[in-house]
Structures are given as C-alpha cells and as structure tokens.
C-alpha cells in the first residue's frame, strides 16, 4: 500500500511540473505565479517563505531556476527520486517542443508571419518577466537594508556590468552581516528539520 501512494506522489509530482512546464513562458522568474497557485494555494505543497528560499538558492546554484526550484520542491516531497520526477517533469514540454522547432526552424524562419509572431512573443515574454519581477521583488523586499540592498546590487549590474555571481555572494555576505549585528544570527540553530516529507501534506 505505501508503494502506490508513493508511486501515486511521483506521477502527480512529474503529471504537476509537466503542466506548469508546458505553460509557462519566460523563464524560472516568470514561473513564480504559476508555482504559488499551483504548488502553494491549490496543493499546499509548501509556503510562500519556502518557495523565495528554494529560488535564492536556485538562482545561486548551477542551472536553469525552474529546473533547481523544481528539484527541490520534488525532493522535499518524496526524496531522492520525486527530485528527479519534478525536474522530468518540467523539462518535458521544453524538451519536445525545442526539438520539434530545431528540426523545422530552418524553413519557418524564412516565413514572415512567423519572424513577426517572434516579435510579438518577445514583447509579451518581457512584460511576464517584468511583472514577475517586481512581485518577486515586493515580496522580498521587506525593510530599508533590503530596499538599498537591492538598488546597489541593480545599479552594479545595470551600470558597472558586475558578474551577477559576484553580486549574488556580495548580497549574501551582507544579509549575514545584517542578521549578525541585528541579533538574529545563531550558529547552530536550525528552524525546520531539513528532511524530505516522503508524502503530501
């Protein structure tokens, strides 16, 4: 019996990214919706404080942030393998719809409805990105060392062309510098257990 429940996990967990991978449209940012309704409102999968930890650490790890977010997300349902089915899962549609283009793009790309309809896609794709930014960051950004915390890490990225690795470690080095002088720092304690659930909530 546990088995199937744990068989029944890893199909919703693949069945689940597979949906989300197949319409979303921009990137891991332009995700963060899609993943709140999804994973947070619809299955309680997690929190909302969750979901911006595992993109932080998405964003600072090797890799595509909708690929990282979702390997975590999986692992933390059912361990090692609901990792690899969530990170299966969101790769499906991109890979089969990217291989479909690759064999045709040569002769669809001479067409000219399709090089407009590039355009009009590109346009659309930027506005996502940008209201999925300014949400994310309205979330994240919750006091004053935050607000210059992220106009300093802007203006070295925008202006100075800073590697945005850098920057990410910089901002990293100086909330730790912040938690420690405001006394919210304490090595060794932990707020959660760390270990995967293995089953739906």
């Known amino acids: 019996m546990k088995r199937i429940e ?19 449209f921009g990137g891991g940012v332009a995700m963060l ?9 619809k ?10 930890d595992y993109y932080a650490i998405g964003q600072s790890t090797p890799g595509i942030i909708a690929v990282n977010v979702a390997t975590f997300i999986g692992y933390k349902q059912c361990g090692n393998v609901g990792g690899v089915c969530a990170t299966l899962g969101v790769i499906t549609p991109s890979l089969v719809i990217i291989t479909l283009i690759a064999k045709f793009i040569g002769t669809i790309d001479e067409i000219a409805w ?9 346009v ?4 996502n990105l940008t209201y999925a930014t300014v949400n994310f960051a309205r979330r994240t950004v919750k006091n004053l060392f ?11 990225i925008f202006f100075f062309n800073i590697s945005s ?37």
């Open 33 to 41: 919706p899609i993943l709140e309704r999804e994973l947070i409102d």
């Open 43 to 52: 299955r309680h999968w997690m929190t909302s404080d969750e979901m911006l």
């Open 165 to 201: 690795i850098i920057v990410i470690f910089a901002a990293a080095a100086a909330g730790i510098i912040e938690a420690v002088l405001g006394g919210q720092f304490r090595p060794g304690k932990k707020s959660g257990g760390g270990q995967p659930e293995g089953k739906n909530r």
């Open 124 to 127: 659309a794709v930027a506005a």
């Open 146 to 156: 935050g607000a210059i915390l992220l106009l300093m890490a802007f203006a070295v």
């Open 114 to 122: 399709v090089r407009k309809a590039f355009r009009g896609i590109n």
């Open 6 to 24: 744990t068989l029944k996990t890893l199909l919703n967990l693949y069945w689940t990214f597979c949906k989300i991978g197949s319409v979303t």
